[in-house]
């Protein structure tokens, strides 16, 4: 069974349009003017421009992944249709006796809100503070891949000391009454070795009776998991959709309300304007760890310009300049990969102009410039798209050649 979010059927615009360049002026502080209202010192401004400019403590922005329960609490909690369906699913099975095992699994591309999914299924099991009702997070595959070593992180070394015959007997020895959901986050960067081991560590777990297990990965290591084992067949799939405009905003709009100052009680979008938001909802597809990036390059552009109001010319100039780099350097963790992702982007917007009109032109140009593979180079554009810094759409005029174009 296969759940899924519909949200906006807007068509987005092209937003690689030169035009979009220009600044308005009238947004700039003039630090020369002394008869200027807005003027602040700039050595003071620098420092404290966030407060004194947009009555923020700090960068709401800064701050794009969720690692743990911590930070999960940290921020407000965007709650889409899908998570009302999971929590009531929950709560359903919470109620049924006897135990039934159930085995979730949530898919969605990077960045898409995967772990801050888990960890709000999480939080609604923890809050219902039922006795027999336990779970456990796993940040990786590596806790749940060795049978025996899951199994002591369970029960704890005193209950794992018994002489129980195997791993299977102490488990359903000591969850006997309780129910308890394993929730297993797999990193994008997990590999296919550790996918095959995580696959026979599930097939495994079916045997221990009160565990349930929810799971989250992206459509790529689906697929490859459906190539080493039938377990997935098992699991309910809900699938994580980008958010529409509205949602783009009301997670701006919460990101601001966590470090605004108190004494503020002017329009809560401030200092983006309506415009801004669209135009960060165009670029980021909706992903709303690309929404927090904008937002995030947008305001510190803006504060070190000594710009008051954000606008949709603003988030271009900015998004322009820093945006690209900026996603690479925080989903890309090896230097060398980096480097060849820029260069690959930038060989996509210099050199073809943004727009590369057949992949295999792209492909015997950067074998031509660079040496490489043909593979080599379907790689990394399969990265940048799934970064939303590319997107590949059919030529209108003939309908089958492929167009690569540079996001923004």
Not at 22 to 47: C, G, H, Q, R
Not at 320 to 345: A, D, G, N, Q
Request: glycine fraction near 4%; proline fraction near 3%.
């Amino acid at each position: 069974m296969q759940y899924t979010t519909s949200n906006s059927n807007k068509q987005l615009n092209n937003i690689n349009n030169s035009n979009n360049l220009s600044k308005s002026k009238s947004n700039i502080i003039n630090v020369n003017n002394p008869n200027n209202p807005n003027i602040l010192n700039y050595d003071y401004a620098t420092e404290h421009g966030l407060r004194e400019l947009y009555y923020l403590t700090r960068n709401p922005f800064s701050i794009k992944m969720v690692y743990d329960y911590t930070d999960f609490k940290a921020f407000p909690f965007l709650m889409l249709e899908i998570h009302r369906l999971l929590r009531s699913r929950l709560i359903t099975e919470s109620l049924n006796l006897p135990f039934e095992r159930t085995y979730t699994l949530i898919v969605g591309d990077r960045g898409i809100g995967k772990t801050t999914t888990l960890m709000f299924l999480k939080d609604v099991i923890e809050t219902m503070k039922k006795p027999n009702m336990k779970c456990k997070y796993f940040p990786s595959t590596k806790g749940v891949s060795n049978l025996q070593l899951l199994t002591r992180s369970i029960v704890g070394n005193t209950y794992f000391e018994k002489k129980f015959s195997d791993s299977i007997t102490t488990l359903n020895n000591f969850l006997s009454g309780t129910r308890y959901y394993l929730i297993i986050d797999v990193p994008d960067s997990t590999t296919n070795a550790e996918l095959r081991a995580l696959s026979y560590a599930l097939e495994e777990i079916k045997a221990v009776k009160n565990i349930s297990i929810i799971m989250a990965m992206n459509p790529q290591h689906v697929s490859k998991m459906e190539n080493i084992t039938l377990i997935l067949g098992k699991f309910t799939s809900f699938f994580l959709d980008p958010f529409d405009y509205e949602h783009t905003r009301e997670l701006i709009v919460d990101r601001l309300k966590t470090a605004r100052l108190k004494t503020y009680n002017g329009n809560e979008l401030y200092p983006f304007t309506e415009d801004a938001v669209q135009k960060i909802f165009e670029i980021s597809k909706g992903n709303p760890r690309n929404i927090l990036t904008c937002a995030d390059v947008s305001l510190n552009f803006a504060r070190e310009k000594r710009i008051r109001k954000i606008d949709s010319n603003i988030i271009f100039e900015s998004v322009s300049k820093y945006y690209v780099k900026k996603i690479i350097e925080e989903r890309t963790h090896i230097p060398s990969e980096r480097k060849l992702l820029m260069v690959l982007y930038n060989e996509i917007k210099n050199t073809f102009k943004g727009e590369a009109k057949g992949l295999m032109a792209l492909l015997n140009h950067m074998k031509k410039k660079y040496g490489w593979s043909e593979s080599r180079t379907r790689r990394k554009l399969s990265i940048l798209q799934k970064y939303g810094l590319i997107e590949v759409d059919r030529d209108f005029k003939d309908g089958w050649t492929n167009v690569i174009r540079t996001i923004p």
